[in-house]
């Protein structure tokens, strides 16, 4: 497979300095193992880190400053004896998308939505029998949700009728694409639509 060089350029670009020194990592929250709070699935928004406890079927916030907060529930997965909360996605109007895999038929396997503000989210957005493990979600610019599900070894894609990632923020209603639903944004490269 052939890299467009436009992309290597970037990637070489970001390596930086190779006698640089790598950065730091610090420590922003601890969580409690015994709790089920094993962070698996991240999103981060406006400053703010969504983490998943895989375990323990929970979404909490962590501020900058290092507070923890509740902020979501998907359903029980009995500490982790019948399926994880894994992957986090957030879209562009704010809500939170959660992968939750299943090892039992008790726990339906999916993904789930969490309105903007957190709660519970009670049934799967998005499911199907043959998905088992969704693990990785990602939007793309126009607002597709991609499924990474490695107990199918597929990756899915869907509509979710929301706000694309990132683009709520820059585009009103009246710039909804009709057709699609999706958002249409200006290029402040090229000033196109």
């Not at 998308?97 to 396997?109: G, I, L, T, W």
């Not at 990474?148 to 070894?153: E, K, L, M, Q």
């Not at 990756?155 to 909804?176: E, Q, V």
Request: proline share 8%.
């Amino acid at each position: 497979m052939q890299i467009p060089r436009t992309f290597m350029l970037l990637a070489l670009v970001g390596c930086g300095d190779s006698d640089a020194p790598p950065p730091s990592l610090d420590v922003v929250a601890h969580f409690d193992p015994a709790q089920g709070q094993l962070p698996e699935g991240l999103a981060v928004r406006d400053g703010v880190a969504y983490v998943g406890f895989a375990p323990a079927a929970s979404v909490v916030t962590v501020d900058a400053a290092g507070h923890v907060a509740p902020y979501a529930t998907v359903p029980s997965t009995e500490g982790g004896t019948k399926g994880l909360t894994l992957g986090l996605a957030l879209d562009g109007a704010g809500e939170l998308y959660v992968a939750q895999a299943s090892f039992d038929p008790s726990v339906v396997a999916g993904v789930y939505r969490v309105p903007v503000g957190g709660g519970a989210a009670t049934a799967p957005f998005a499911s199907d029998p043959a998905m088992t493990f969704p693990n990785g979600l990602a939007f793309d610019r126009s607002g597709r949700l991609f499924v990474a599900d490695s107990g199918g070894a597929i990756l899915r894609s869907m509509r979710t009728g929301r706000w694309p990632s990132g683009c709520a923020i820059h585009c009103s209603r009246a710039t909804r694409a009709p057709a699609r639903g999706s958002c249409l944004c200006r290029s402040a490269r090229t000033g196109s639509w």
